[in-house]
């Protein structure tokens, strides 16, 4: 079970810090990733986590960081500069054994419940 958490309305240029806390399996064995979308819109790749190797989409690099804490079992986005185009549900998701490509959402088999994450001013 995955369950998201730290979303909630922010002004352009603040930040968030997004958690995703798992339950029945270990962070150590399953990469991790978080998605978002927007209304309209398909699901968007954000930030994959394995191990020590991050990777993250064009769009929030530099300004977005994915984190594990093993001891909480609880990944993390820790979102910076957030402008109206990061306005989303935002899903932390577990990587498949069958995983492609980290920016498929095909490639997961178990997602949170989603957290919104709203920018206006």
């Known amino acids: 079970q995955l369950v998201e958490s730290g979303g909630g309305l922010v002004q352009p240029g603040g930040s968030l810090t997004l958690s995703c806390a798992t339950s029945g399996f270990s962070l150590v064995a399953r990469p991790m990733a978080w998605f978002r979308q927007a209304p309209g819109k398909d699901r968007e790749s954000i930030a994959y986590?394995?191990?020590?190797?991050?990777i993250y989409n064009n769009s929030v690099e530099g300004r977005f960081t994915i984190a594990n804490d093993h001891a909480k079992n609880t990944v993390y986005l820790q979102m910076n500069r957030l402008g109206p185009e990061d306005a989303a549900i935002y899903y932390c998701?577990?990587?498949?054994?069958?995983?492609?490509?980290?920016?498929?959402?095909?490639?997961?088999?178990?997602w949170g419940q989603g957290t919104q994450v709203t920018v206006s001013s």
């Open positions: 998701a577990q990587e498949a054994i069958w995983a492609g490509h980290w920016k498929d959402p095909e490639s997961y088999d178990l």
């Open positions: 986590i394995s191990g020590a190797y991050t």
